[in-house]
Every structure is written in C-alpha cells, then in structure tokens.
C-alpha cells in the first residue's frame, strides 16, 4: 500500500494541463455587435479557472485587456511582452501561468522575422508577430520545461512557412532537448504543409494526433458564431514526444444575452409545468473556442 500510494504521488506531480486560448483583442466593431470584452473577460476567465490549467498561452491580448484578466483569473501570473514595441504596445501573446504550481526561471520573446531580436515585421506578414517563452519549473515533483507560445500571421504565407522555421530552430537552442510545450493561433490548420513542420520536426507531437482521449465536436475558428462548423484546427498545442496527452478537448462553451423577445414562455410538454425558460441569443466569448491538454510526463 505504501508503495503504491508513493507511485501515484509520483505521477500525479508529473501531471501538467495546459491550453491555447485567441481571446480576441478588443475592437469598437465588436462592442458594437454585442460582443462585450467585460461580458466576455468574465466568461474567458471563469471558464480558465474552472478548468484551471497550470498554464496557458493567450493570444491577441493587449495591455488593458490582459490587466483585465489578471484581476480575474485566480491565481496566475504571466509572462511576454507587447508585440509593437517590446513592452505594453500592441498584442501579446502571452503565457498565464498557476503562481502555486510552478516558477518561472527564465523568459523572452522574439519576432517572427528575418530580425527575431527587434521589433519588426517578417518577410510578407501583414503585423509584428511574436512568440513569447518561458522555462517553468513545477513546485512539486520538479519537473522542468520550457513553454513557447505564438500568433503567425494570418496573410503572409511566407512568413508563416519562415516563422516555422525559425520556431523550430529557436526550440532547439533555447530548450536544449528539454521538455518542450509550443501553443498557439497558427493560422494553418492540421493540413497545411507549414503545420508539418512542427508535426514532423523529430522534436514536437500534434496533442490531438497522440491523444489518448478525445472531446472535439469542432474546429478552432468559429468567428463569433456557434452555429458554425468546421473540421480545421488553427490554434495549436504541441508537445515533445516524451510526455503522453491524455487528454485533449475543443470547448465549445457559450454564454447568452437576452433579446427583444426574452420573455417567460412555458417549456416543453416533457418538462415539469413550473418550469419557464426565455429565448436568449447563444453567444461565445471569442472568436476562437480554447483547447486543453491534459498531459504526463
């Protein structure tokens, strides 16, 4: 009994969850379509502390929008830096992390360009994008890795086959053969021969692909709409082949605000008389649904 008590303290220290979230950053447009960042931000981070991941990498994140979030999310500190200037300007792409679960020993970021080291823009990409890292180190158990977080562009086609490249090579040089996490939008989904870069590097898994367990009724971009299907994934998690997923999921989970017609109405006949219900317009806080890993390594 003792050793099997130890056994699975070991592999629960050695368990990490982590996810990739587009928050959408904040745009008058969509305020004006009902998409509400206050609304929205509590329902991002109510969902991010429900399934309270140790951590997880956010994108399109400006500075006010990630104050925002910080006040919010239970917990978590962060690491990376403004896309437009190295500091606050512009997004980040940011990674939360659980204060209680893990250190961070090291960081930085760098641009997705022929010049990683300066703020620029890369080859024909239409923004400054950027993939902020950490070194983690998890309080129990010890467990050290490195954590890589990115936004590709979304026009360039160049420099998102260029940025693959150089995000690969980078992994190679910061972690060294460490454990490795990269998440992400990387505006290529899972048939694109930019995302076999990183599906057949030698050094990263595609977390869906090696899933032991499965929950992803849909794709990743849904613009807003929860009426939309699609079967492609952009928003990335990968893995190095040493840790095992799992599981891995594609939450789906809305809110609803009230319409003109939001009035009592009586439910269905299988339903107990007392019982009234109101017709309300189904909403989702980002234009992309978040995923989750559940990992051991």
């Known amino acids: 009994m003792v050793v099997l008590a130890i056994t699975l303290a ?28 206050r609304t929205r931000c509590k329902v991002i981070c109510d969902q991010m502390n429900f399934e309270a991941p140790d951590a997880f990498g956010a994108q399109e994140v400006t500075h006010p929008q990630l104050l925002d979030m910080l006040q919010m999310l239970d917990g978590y500190d962060y690491t990376g830096v403004g896309r437009d200037d190295g500091k606050e300007a512009g997004e980040y792409s940011c990674i939360f992390y659980k204060k209680d679960r893990m250190r961070l020993l090291d960081s930085g970021t760098f641009w997705l360009s022929e010049t990683p080291e300066q703020v620029s823009f890369g080859w024909d990409a239409a923004c400054r994008r950027v993939c902020s890292w950490g070194k983690f180190k998890m309080r129990k158990g010890g467990l050290t890795f490195y954590f890589f977080n990115l936004h590709m562009d979304h026009i ?33 989904d899972q048939t694109n021969e930019i995302f076999r870069t990183f599906s057949d590097s030698g050094i990263l898994c595609d977390s869906y692909a090696f899933a032991r367990q499965r929950f992803a009724e849909n794709g990743t971009y849904i613009a807003f709409d929860p009426n939309l299907k699609t079967e492609q994934r952009i928003d990335h998690i990968f893995v190095s082949p040493r840790f095992k997923v799992e599981h891995y999921g594609i939450l789906t989970n809305g809110y609803w605000t009230p319409t003109a017609d939001s009035v009592d109405q009586s439910a269905t006949a299988n339903g107990p008389t007392e019982l009234r219900v109101k017709q309300y317009r189904h909403r989702t806080p980002s234009d992309h649904y978040p995923v989750i890993a559940k990992l051991t390594y």
């Open 10 to 37: 070991a592999v629960a220290q050695k368990s990490l969850v982590v996810g990739t979230y587009n928050i959408r950053l904040f745009t008058t447009s969509d305020e004006q379509q009902g998409e509400i960042w």
């Open 156 to 188: 360039g086609v160049i420099a998102r086959r260029e940025a693959a490249k150089l995000v690969i090579e980078r992994i190679r040089t910061i972690a060294k053969g460490a454990p490795v996490i990269l998440t992400g939008d990387f505006n290529v």
